[in-house]
């Protein structure tokens, strides 16, 4: 059904992006920089067929869905294509992100400079270990998981990652969640239930280390 604007005139409805788009997004702008680093300013989408594993139409298509891109004859421009791909997924500014969980995991995260380089600026973290609050880590203060409300109302933040263990997932998160934030990166072992509007983003090694393990096993099997 068509949208109706201000002026009265009506205008296609924007697509639903399909979630791996969104996640291939990320894959191109990766690409974009290396391509840039190596001294290139323009790309093709073959170039990115073959430094990706994404096909040349499959990057087409993913683009498509925000508009037009690149010219006939002289392909992409890197720099346009990155400062776009930028704002869909809005990294053209600093995000501030809040970390809750300062064990081994959540130091780890603190230390990886790879945040900082994408503009995820970790303004807080946060720990039920009173021996752990009142410091700063990497830069970042580390505060009573008590003073969320308080802390996330000044700073703002958009995006939580949850480092804690499994069974206080739920729990963090429900706090987190009454600050505003409505995008989650778990690195809990634990299934978050959530209001419609959140995205959770799970993220866990071990699952991962699972399924290579398996296919050890199979690979094996088959020779
Ligand atoms: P450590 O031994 O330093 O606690 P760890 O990596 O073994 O490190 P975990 O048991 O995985 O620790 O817990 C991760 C972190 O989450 C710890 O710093 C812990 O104090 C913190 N934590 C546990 N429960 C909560 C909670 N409900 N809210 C916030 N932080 C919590």
């Known amino acids: 059904m068509p949208e109706t604007g201000v002026d009265g005139r ?3 409805t924007p697509l639903r992006v399909p979630e791996p788009t969104v996640e291939r997004l990320s894959t191109y702008l990766q690409f974009l920089y290396s ?4 001294g290139l300013t323009t790309i093709s ?9 994404v096909s040349a139409a499959q990057f087409r298509k993913d683009l498509s869905y925000f508009g037009e891109f690149g010219k006939p004859g002289v392909g992409y421009v890197i720099s346009e294509l990155q400062g776009r791909i930028s704002r869909i997924l809005q990294l053209h500014e600093t995000q501030p992100v809040i970390l809750i969980g300062l064990g081994n995991l959540g ?3 603190l230390s990886y400079p790879g945040l900082t380089e994408q503009r995820f600026e970790v303004v807080a973290a946060f720990d039920i270990d009173p021996k752990k609050c009142g410091r700063t880590v990497q830069g970042v203060p580390v505060y009573a998981l008590s003073d969320l ?12 990652i949850l480092a804690v263990p ?6 963090t998160f429900d706090l987190a969640y009454q600050t505003g934030i409505r995008a989650i990166l778990n690195f809990a072992p634990a299934v978050l239930k959530v209001p419609a509007g959140v995205t ?4 866990s090694f071990t699952q991962e ?8 096993k199979t690979d094996q099997l088959d020779s």
């Open 209 to 216: 280390l699972a399924v290579l393990s398996y296919h050890i």
């Open 166 to 171: 499994g069974l206080a997932a739920q729990q």
């Open 35 to 38: 391509a840039a680093a190596s």
């Open 107 to 109: 130091a780890a995260l």
């Open 149 to 160: 409300l308080t802390e996330c109302a000044r700073l703002n933040p958009r995006i939580a």
């Open 45 to 53: 989408s073959a170039h990115v067929e073959s430094a990706t594993a």
């Open 10 to 12: 009506t205008s296609p």
């Open 200 to 203: 959770v983003r799970n993220v």
